[in-house]
Every structure is written in structure tokens, then in C-alpha cells.
């Protein structure tokens, strides 16, 4: 199959590679010409485990190509993939189309025949319908068939959850565009993964149903931590008590200081926003929305509380910025309150993180002191907070730590310490739910 990817960000890219490795010809199209340099360059605009050597081999292989010419990349395609970004738009939370729109007449204006037009972007319910409009007025000669097919990629396993998918979904009622991304997609279903046929509108609101359940199943194992520190309860019991059940499930149970990242906020708001026009509520979403915002404050103030009396002054080690590891991503991470809650309160704080620090320097508050490992970061600290939960703070020098620092406090928001660990290396822990 001959696929072109529009939008060669983090969807496009790594969507792209995977196609080209199963086997089909994929050419990725960016309007940034520098990201399309950089990548003619072997050099990848986001970090990604494993996206440099699957771009390059595939390179290599003559099977994954990259332009800034929209139209030499959709001319003679059997699927163009519309990978742009859907961020929430600026006041009102709807998510912005804009992108998605204007690639849809570029498109159309390219296309030179019959043309399966795919929707990769999360898109609110509807949009194929208009996508399918501006095709059909912008090129009444030529067949289009518009189809929704969500990614449900994790940053930092993306290669893996696209190659390993628990399920595709395909939405379109068109049997032709239908037979398209059955061969598209066959190395993958073939290898057993389900493949859901479904209605376009199911299909795009399959997507944010997904992404608002999981920000649901986090925001309550938050609650519940927030009650089991009020009643001494640990909430990693209870999340694994829970989680074997199978209705339930154990994944997406850990207690933190809020979900962030490109999608979960950015989805469930633009998910209310959905509901709000169709008049159908949503109430538990809207609660998980509030919830959320109100504890990534919170988390700041915990950690003002873990140093104690008056925290002007202070210094505090932030270690993790990104909202997650294995990523350089920044968007809505929950470090970003944090810091600005500590700064807020007088504290002075240092921040080390292994991928995210270049990315943080454009969001966080031009005080904030960056440092080369988490050591140096707690040099002369009154507190360590990890914020997020790379490997490389998993095992850290305890003793070393606490020799560099001026006061052995620890305050774990991501529960990957044992508290009878900390406390034995001589530091005052806090935990979150334990
Ligand atoms: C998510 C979805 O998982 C993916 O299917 C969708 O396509 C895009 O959005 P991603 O944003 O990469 O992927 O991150 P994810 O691993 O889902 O984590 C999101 C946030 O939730 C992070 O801030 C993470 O720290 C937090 N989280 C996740 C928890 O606090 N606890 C958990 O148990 C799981």
C-alpha cells in the first residue's frame, strides 16, 4: 500500500515508521521544513525509545520517505493519514480544528483518484462528516471515503503499543475504504490484535471515551489515596486489591500528583465540550477535570508542608519534570504547578530531569534552576520531591543524597520508595496514600 502521513509530529512519525516496517511505501509529510531536514538528517524531532533506528532502517530500506510537499505526497496514495494537532483552542476548551481542516483541502486540491482519507488525529464526534464535506465541495470529480482510526499510543512505548495494539479501531461504513485498512492494518491482525468495525461517530468518540475512563481510573485511585493518608490505609494495597479484580483491572491505578500530558487534559475537556453541545452531560468527567487541576496545586503545597515551619527561603530538588518518563514531553505535566506553587510560597528550587529539561526551559518560571543530576540538584536542599518517576531515580544513592543535602527530607509523589527504606537511610518521608 502506498500511505502518506500529514503531520510528521508525534502521531505522524511514529504511525509512519511502524506502516513503513510492516512493508508498505509511507511518505511523511511536515510543513516545518526544518523538522523534514532534520529527519532527511537522521536526527528525530521528539525522543522516543526505539524511533531513530525503526526511521532509519526503514530509510535504508526505501520504504519511509519524507517531504514538505504535501501535494507530491498524496498524489497516487491509496490512504492519506491526517496527523496534526487537535491542541485544545485557546478560551473555550473545544478542540481546534484548524489544522486538521486545512489539510483536508490541500488534500483535496492533490488528490489524483480515488482516495481513502483517514483521520489518525483525535477528532471530536463529527468531524469526518465535515472532513467529508470540504473533500467532496473542494473535488466534486473525485471518490473519497473518510474513515476514523484513533491511535492509542503511550509516549515513551509507542512502537510497541502501535506493533502490539489490544485493539484497532475502524470507523466507516464505506466497504471499499474498509478493504484499504483491512490491508493496511493485516500484519497486525494477523498477529492477532482485534480490529473493530465500527460507525464513524462511534469511532471518534471511542477515543475520547478511552482517554476520559483512564484519567477517570487515575483520578479516583488519587481520591482514595487522598482518604487513605486521612484514615492510615496504604493505597498500593488497595489499588492491588482492587486491580485483581478482573472487572476492575490493575493498570492505571497508581497514585500520583495528577495525570498530565498532550492528551488526557486536553481529551477531556474537549470531551465536556462535545457533551455540552449535544446538551447529554457528562458529570463524572466533569468532576475528573476538576479533581485533577485541584491536585496538582495540592501537590505543592504538600511539599511546602514536608519542609516544615516557614518555608520562605528554602530550597527544594525537584527530580522529574516531564509528565511522565521516557519522554521529553512537557505539555500540562504536573511539574509545572508544583514548581510555580513552591516558587509561589519563597522557595527556591532546583530541577534535574534526564530528557526534559530543554522542553521545561519554555514553560516553567524563569527562575527555576536547572542541574546535571539529582545530586547536584539536592546539594544544600531542604527537600527532595520526585515528581516524576524515571528509572534513574529509582535507585538512587540514599546516604549520598542525604550527605549533600541540608535536611533529609523525601518526599515521593510517585510511591517508589519504601518508607522503611528512606527512613533507615535516615530521611523524613512522605509518601502519597501510604
Ligand atoms: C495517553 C493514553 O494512554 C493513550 O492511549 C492515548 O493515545 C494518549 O494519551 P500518554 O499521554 O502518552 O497516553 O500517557 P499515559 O501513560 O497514559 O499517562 C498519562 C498521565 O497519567 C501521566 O501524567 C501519568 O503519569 C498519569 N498516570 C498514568 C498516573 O498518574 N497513574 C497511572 O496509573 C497511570
Redesign the pocket.
Known amino acids: 500500500m502506498r500511505i502518506t502521513m500529514i503531520g510528521s509530529g508525534y502521531v505522524g512519525l511514529v504511525s509512519g515508521a511502524c506502516f513503513a516496517d510492516f512493508g508498505h511505501a509511507v511518505c511523511c509529510v511536515d510543513k516545518d521544513a526544518g523538522k523534514i531536514d532534520a529527519l532527511h538528517a537522521g536526527r528525530m524531532p521528539i525522543y522516543e525509545p526505539g524511533l531513530d533506528q525503526l526511521v532509519a532502517s526503514n530509510v535504508a530500506a526505501g520504504r519511509l520517505t519524507f517531504t514538505t510537499d504535501l501535494a507530491s505526497g498524496v498524489a497516487g496514495a491509496d490512504a492519506v493519514f491526517i496527523a496534526v494537532g487537535t491542541p485544545s483552542r485557546r478560551g473555550d476548551g473545544h478542540a481546534d480544528l484548524s489544522y486538521v481542516y486545512a489539510a483536508t483541502e490541500e488534500i483535496a486540491r492533490a488528490a489524483t483518484g480515488p482516495l481513502v482519507v483517514v483521520t489518525k488525529s483525535t477528532v471530536p464526534v463529527g468531524t469526518g462528516d465535515r472532513v467529508e464535506q470540504i473533500l467532496r465541495d473542494t473535488r466534486p470529480d473525485i471518490e473519497f471515503a473518510v474513515v476514523s482510526n484513533p491511535?492509542?499510543?503511550?509516549?515513551?512505548a509507542a512502537i510497541g503499543?502501535f506493533k502490539r495494539p489490544d485493539r484497532i479501531v475502524i470507523g466507516t461504513d464505506d466497504e471499499r475504504a474498509r478493504e484499504v485498512m483491512r490491508e493496511i492494518y493485516r500484519p497486525l491482525y494477523l498477529g492477532e490484535s482485534p480490529i473493530l468495525f465500527t460507525g464513524r461517530r462511534t469511532s471518534e468518540l471511542t477515543k475520547y471515551a478511552?482517554?476520559a475512563f483512564?484519567a477517570t481510573?487515575?483520578t479516583f485511585?488519587?481520591e482514595i489515596a487522598n482518604l487513605c493518608e486521612a484514615v492510615g490505609a496504604d493505597v498500593k494495597d488497595v489499588a492491588r486489591g482492587i486491580g485483581l479484580d478482573n472487572r476492575i483491572g490493575r493498570?492505571?491505578?497508581?497514585?500520583?500528583?495528577?495525570?498530565?500530558?498532550?492528551?488526557?487534559p486536553k481529551?477531556t475537556l474537549a470531551l465536556l465540550k462535545t457533551a455540552e453541545d449535544f446538551d447529554t452531560p457528562v458529570h463524572v468527567v466533569e468532576a475528573v477535570v476538576k479533581v485533577n487541576d485541584v491536585r496538582k496545586r495540592a501537590m505543592g503545597r504538600k511539599v511546602v508542608a514536608a519542609l516544615g515551619a516557614d518555608p520562605r527561603g528554602r530550597t527544594v530538588a525537584v527530580l522529574g519534570l516531564t509528565?511522565?518518563p521516557n519522554?521529553d514531553d512537557m505539555r500540562d505535566?504536573?511539574s509545572i504547578a508544583i514548581v510555580q506553587s513552591l516558587i509561589d510560597a519563597g522557595v527556591t528550587v532546583k530541577a534535574y530531569d534526564p530528557e526534559g529539561m530543554d522542553a521545561a526551559k519554555g514553560v516553567m518560571p524563569a527562575s527555576l534552576v536547572y542541574c546535571g543530576d539529582p545530586y547536584e540538584a539536592a546539594d544544600g536542599a531542604d527537600a527532595v520531591a520526585i515528581v516524576t518517576e524515571w528509572d534513574a531515580f529509582r535507585a538512587l544513592d540514599l546516604a549520598r543524597l542525604k550527605r549533600t543535602m541540608k535536611a533529609p527530607v523525601l518526599v515521593d509523589l510517585r510511591n517508589i520508595y519504601e518508607r522503611q527504606d528512606a527512613e533507615r537511610a535516615g530521611f523524613s518521608y512522605t509518601a502519597i496514600g501510604r
Do not use: M, Q, V, W
Open positions: 491511535e492509542f499510543l503511550r509516549e515513551g503499543d478511552a482517554n483512564l481510573k487515575i485511585i488519587n493498570k492505571f491505578l497508581h497514585a500520583g500528583p495528577g495525570y498530565g500530558g498532550s492528551c488526557f481529551d509528565f511522565k519522554t505535566a504536573p
